[in-house]
């Protein structure tokens, strides 16, 4: 199956038209979600909103992979990135090895790594074995109990340079995008401005070369918080709950199931 986007079409698109990302975490939604995406990215972010855990750290290899599986074959077309999960990527070697157990198990396109410069050594070693790495700068989940909370950055001068000189390192690295989530605006566009590599935003302003957004935020099925950042296209929270509350209601009644949906 052709996939219809590749590195090369991904980079091009810089300054030239937006990229749309979305997470996904399973075959169907995945399906439902690929005709409009250009990339679909199997997030860390499954362990809080699909597997209901308070933050991304216990997220593991073998979820991470059952997962990006069950996205490459509901959208066979569509270009997938494997978050790599806390914890595996700790040494060069450690992070390779994982790496390629993605490559081998799933159909992925690329991997994502969290962090900045103290990631540049890694990501040279997994690209220099035809490894596809997407960076993540700026506000890193996966350091959320180092850094004390989810901390936007970009609001003091010592961040700002922090996350640009983070971006420029991803780059030089040999990413072929980057992730910036929680930044000023300010600071997004100076990175999509610095980097010549698309550089996609979460709650990062509309300077940046395209989006991404958690599919359950996006379509309203996350109710625990509702970040500054998320738009909701869909009250799907709301919308299931009516749904199910109609079906009991007609079983506890006796309306379902009615003729039409009864065999003959
Ligand atoms: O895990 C995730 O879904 C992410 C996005 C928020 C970019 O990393």
């Given at each position: 199956m052709t996939k219809k986007e590749t590195i090369t079409s991904i980079q091009a698109a810089k300054g030239k038209r937006k990229l749309v990302m979305i997470t996904a975490y399973d075959a169907l939604f995945a399906s439902l979600l690929s005709p409009d995406a250009d990339m679909i990215l199997v997030g860390d972010s499954l362990n809080m909103s699909f597997l209901g855990e308070p933050d991304t750290l216990s997220a593991t290899m073998e979820q991470m992979i059952y997962h990006t599986r069950a996205v490459c074959a509901g959208a066979p077309e569509s270009f997938v990135i494997c978050d790599m999960p806390f914890g595996s990527i700790n040494t060069p070697h450690e992070a390779l090895a994982n790496c390629v157990?993605?490559?081998?198990?799933?159909?992925?396109?690329?991997?994502?790594?969290?962090?900045?410069?103290?990631?540049?050594?890694?990501?040279?070693?997994?690209?220099?074995?035809?490894?596809?790495?997407?960076?993540?700068?700026?506000?890193?989940?996966?350091?959320?109990?180092?850094?004390?909370?989810?901390?936007?950055?970009?609001?003091?001068?010592?961040?700002?340079?922090?996350?640009?000189?983070?971006?420029?390192?991803?780059?030089?690295?040999?990413?072929?995008?980057?992730?910036?989530?929680?930044?000023?605006?300010?600071?997004?566009?100076?990175?999509?401005?610095?980097?010549?590599?698309?550089?996609?935003?979460?709650?990062?302003?509309?300077?940046?070369?395209?989006?991404?957004?958690?599919?359950?935020?996006?379509?309203?099925?996350?109710?625990?918080?509702?970040?500054?950042?998320?738009?909701?296209?869909?009250?799907?929270?709301?919308?299931?709950?009516?749904?199910?509350?109609?079906?009991?209601?007609?079983?506890?009644?006796?309306a379902f199931p009615d003729e039409e949906h009864c065999y003959r």
């Open positions: 157990k993605v490559f081998q198990q799933t159909r992925a396109d690329a991997v994502k790594i969290e962090g900045g410069k103290e990631r540049a050594e890694l990501i040279t070693h997994l690209t220099a074995n035809a490894i596809p790495v997407m960076g993540h700068v700026g506000l890193k989940p996966q350091s959320v109990r180092s850094e004390g909370g989810y901390k936007v950055q970009g609001r003091d001068t010592k961040s700002f340079e922090r996350v640009l000189e983070d971006a420029a390192a991803v780059e030089r690295a040999g990413a072929f995008a980057l992730v910036i989530e929680g930044v000023t605006p300010e600071l997004a566009s100076a990175v999509t401005r610095e980097c010549d590599i698309p550089v996609i935003g979460i709650g990062a302003g509309a300077a940046t070369d395209g989006q991404v957004l958690v599919w359950s935020d996006m379509l309203g099925f996350f109710e625990a918080f509702k970040p500054k950042f998320v738009k909701r296209y869909l009250e799907g929270a709301k919308l299931v709950k009516e749904a199910m509350a109609q079906y009991a209601k007609e079983v506890r009644e006796g």
